[in-house]
């Protein structure tokens, strides 16, 4: 997903518009949704994310820290997340992956596993 299409969505469901330079909590709260949005499904930077909407890498990480929060003491908000959120998740293609690809892709990993560990034993010595 592209981080206008983005913007674009959260902006038109809260009816505000993140990039401006405020501190409204209304719009500090949208912004943190945009910034969830696009660090789940893009494959951004936080620096790219929060440069989007004129922030800084530090603005994403304190949005993100503070939403789970906003999320667990404000029904409302927590209701219009879960909504734009589902939206946006819907919008994804599933891709269905064979039991045979599943096992290579378990395979993979477990190898990569390994490898990983014996490396970090190497660098622990």
């Given at each position: 997903m592209e981080l206008e299409y983005l913007i674009k969505k959260v902006n038109k469901h809260f009816n505000c518009d993140i990039t401006k330079n405020t501190r409204e909590?209304?719009?500090?709260?949208?912004?943190?949704?945009?910034?969830?949005?696009?660090?789940?499904?893009?494959?951004?930077?936080?620096?790219?994310?929060g440069?989007?909407?004129?922030?800084?890498?530090?603005?994403v990480l304190y949005g993100l820290a503070n939403l789970d929060n906003w999320i667990r003491f404000d029904d409302f908000f927590r209701v219009d997340f879960q909504?734009?959120?589902?939206?946006?998740l819907s919008s994804y293609e599933t891709k269905k992956?064979?039991?045979?690809?599943?096992?290579?892709?378990?395979?993979?990993?477990l190898i990569e596993n390994d490898v990983l560990k014996k490396q970090l034993k190497k660098y622990q010595k």
């Open positions: 909590r209304e719009l500090v709260m949208a912004r943190a949704v945009y910034f969830w949005l696009a660090k789940y499904t893009t494959k951004k930077s936080v620096k790219k994310i440069a989007a909407v004129g922030r800084d890498h530090a603005s909504a734009l959120k589902m939206i946006i992956m064979t039991p045979e690809s599943l096992l290579y892709k378990y395979n993979t990993l």
